[in-house]
Nanobody, 126 residues
């Protein structure tokens, strides 16, 4: 049974940093892409970043490029999202999701993902 668990969210001031973690379990191998998505109240879910199974390919939304970094440690079955220079507009619930056997890239559309975590709240406010 596949399970994804996010952690690391919280309340920070603008300009500060957070690191989100997504721990995956139930996979027989690490052949799965991971995507990070976020959803703010009253807004649609949007893609933030994703990483391929071998970390050979990554994607960042324009709004987070040069501020966020995605990485994975397959030995720990964990994907990280390092978020620096946080802005109030980054406030949202952040979700990680998995998609198996997607090859050397990662999907950027939330409907392409199979399993989802429960989400972790990120609030950026002074």
């Amino acid at each position: 049974q596949v399970q994804l668990v996010e952690s690391g969210g919280g309340l920070v001031q603008p300009g500060e940093s957070l690191r989100l973690s997504c721990v995956a379990s139930g996979f027989s191998r690490s052949y799965y892409a991971i995507g990070w998505f976020r959803q703010a109240p009253g807004k649609e879910r949007e893609a933030v970043s994703c990483v391929s199974d071998s970390e050979s390919s990554t994607y960042y939304a324009d709004s987070v490029k040069d501020r966020f970094t995605i990485s994975r440690d397959n030995a720990k079955n964990t994907v990280y999202l390092q978020m620096n220079s946080l802005k109030p507009e980054d406030t949202a619930v952040y979700y990680c999701a998995s998609r198996s056997n997607y090859g050397s890239t990662c999907p950027r559309i939330w409907r392409m993902y199979t399993y989802w975590g429960q989400g972790t709240q990120v609030t950026v406010s002074s």
